[in-house]
């Protein structure tokens, strides 16, 4: 018997779309009625569901399943350079350090792989993880030239990745270049903390650009939801006025000032 593609398909839908929990029941469902499949099928139904059970917090749970999805997968280059590709991802989020370090690791010892036309999904991925790595670890001169030619391939981009190339821009001085990043993280739509801290940096990018009207909006909204984020109050009340400051609202900017003190 072998994989119904159709519903294997199905699940990673449904992983995809964050149903994590539903489709690594989906993915476990499909994996105990394919004891007889080929082993590279049952292989990647495992590897998917580790990335499910990663997903969902259960890391002691997708380390197992990756195991044992890699003994099935064999010891092929694609395959490998997958499973450590997986295996990387696992530090995201929990130490970004050591995730760069597996990342960098899978780059330099799949190279050669990675640049096969049909691994450009695979090879994308790797290297949008490795450029929102090094501007988490502030590393941003060598994230730049890595999320731009990520900016070139055939992956998805969603809103985090244009807030951290905006961040990368931002840090190298290139005020034009991270506005127009941030806008387009906002258009695309960001967690909560992340859609304020966007306003915050898109607000320093007008403020740089001495257009103080716009600051002056993206920093009212982020003093309207500074409770969603992690932007600290008397960094916010000084840009706020400062940029009151420059638009001539005095008795703004004294308020302003006040509360920067005080926070």
Known sequence: MTMDLERFQHAISLRDSGEFEKAAAELRSMAEGLRDAPDIEKGLILLNEAICLDRLGLLADAKRQL?????????????????????ASFYMGRDPKKALEKFDSVSRRY??????????GLYGENQLRRGLLLVELKHHKEARPVLEEVLKLCVEKDGAFYFSLGICYLALHKKDLARQQFCEALRLGLPEQKLVDSHFYLGVGYFRARAYAKALQEFEFCETNIGKSNLPPKGLYKWLALTCRNLDLHDDAKRYAALSKKA
């Open 67 to 87: 195991k044992e999805a890699s003994a099935l997968l064999g010891e092929g280059g694609d395959m490998r350079a997958l499973v450590e590709s997986v295996d």
């Open 111 to 120: 190279s050669d792989v990675l640049r096969r036309p049909e691994e450009e």
